[in-house]
């Protein structure tokens, strides 16, 4: 069919607006099929599409969904900064404060002008965490391809979920991060077999230096996603839970790898529900095109 007007957002852009994800957002059609819109995020070359919906739900959320070319999310951190960023392009407001409604849950987000590009935060909600299984973390290893001096000394993987979950894989140093090739096949098969979206390979910060992390998510048709900012938010819940603090503050930066340096920002703090985040990206707008798919 032929889609109407599509923006490319580069999210989770560095603090000097170089890099970020590609990412499609356009408003959403009640005539396409899922399968017009997978194909939105496979026509234009990147690895997600945001369709912003009409209207509001009862709770004042604006419905926004999210593809792959091979399947619908649940959530997509980065999608939702490209799609709030969209969003606040479209008045003449500095600051845009709104609600999200994704995947069942509708969320507070804030749209923000800066030199650079646009400021996106959102409300990711509760962040559920375990320690995975010695199958999993067996399985998951070896699809990682990871070496006996690749695992970091003192962090631990975690399985941690704020709707889907992904496992989080703590290594060494940035040189073992550069190092990891999977083998895409036999990860596809592990994360399948325990239900996972992927996995988050990751160097913690360190004082103030920013961590830095790689996701593979090959189950859901991205071999290495270039921002995850979901699951840069799950890492702020782990890094909580693991030193007791009662809040946390990170910068992981991502995409170097695929030549798209990428940067995403998160929080999290202890509350009545848990261990609740919030995460935050630039994104830049470039100029919208049409995609006849």
Do not use: K
């Not at 490319?8 to 017009?36: E, F, I, N």
């Amino acid at each position: 069919m032929s889609w109407p007007d599509v923006t490319v957002v580069d999210a989770c852009v560095r603090r000097d607006g170089r890099g970020g994800s590609p990412t499609v957002v356009t408003d959403d059609d009640p005539a396409a099929t899922d399968a017009d819109r997978r194909a939105v995020a496979a026509a234009a070359g990147t690895s997600h599409a945001a369709f912003l919906g009409p209207g509001r739900t009862p709770d004042g959320g604006l419905p926004v969904r999210f593809f792959t070319a091979t399947a619908e999310l649940s959530g997509c951190g980065h999608g939702t900064v490209a799609a709030q960023a969209v969003r606040l392009t479209r008045t003449a407001l500095g600051e845009l404060n709104d609600r999200q409604h994704t995947g069942g849950r509708t969320f507070d987000t804030v749209a923000i002008r800066r030199p650079t590009g646009i400021e996106v935060w959102f409300d990711q909600g509760p962040v559920a965490l375990r320690h995975p299984g010695p199958d999993e973390s067996a399985a998951i290893t070896a699809g990682l391809g990871l070496t006996s001096g690749d695992p970091h000394p003192t962090d631990r993987p975690r399985i941690a979920s704020p709707g889907a979950p992904r496992m989080l894989v703590p290594v060494r140093d940035r040189s073992a991060l550069l190092r990891v090739q999977p083998h895409l096949a036999r990860l596809t098969a592990a994360c399948r077999r325990y239900g996972l979206l992927g996995c988050f390979v990751y160097v913690p910060p360190v004082g103030g230096r920013p961590g830095a992390a790689r996701m593979f998510a090959p189950a859901i048709g991205v071999d290495e996603d270039v921002a995850n900012a979901n699951s840069t938010g799950c890492l702020a819940a782990h890094l909580l839970d693991t030193t007791g603090a009662q809040t946390v503050t990170i910068e992981v930066e991502q995409g170097d790898t695929l030549g798209r340096p990428a940067s995403v920002l998160a929080s999290a703090r202890r509350g009545p529900a848990g261990i609740t985040t919030r995460v935050g990206g630039l994104a830049v707008v470039r100029d919208r095109h049409r995609d006849d798919t």
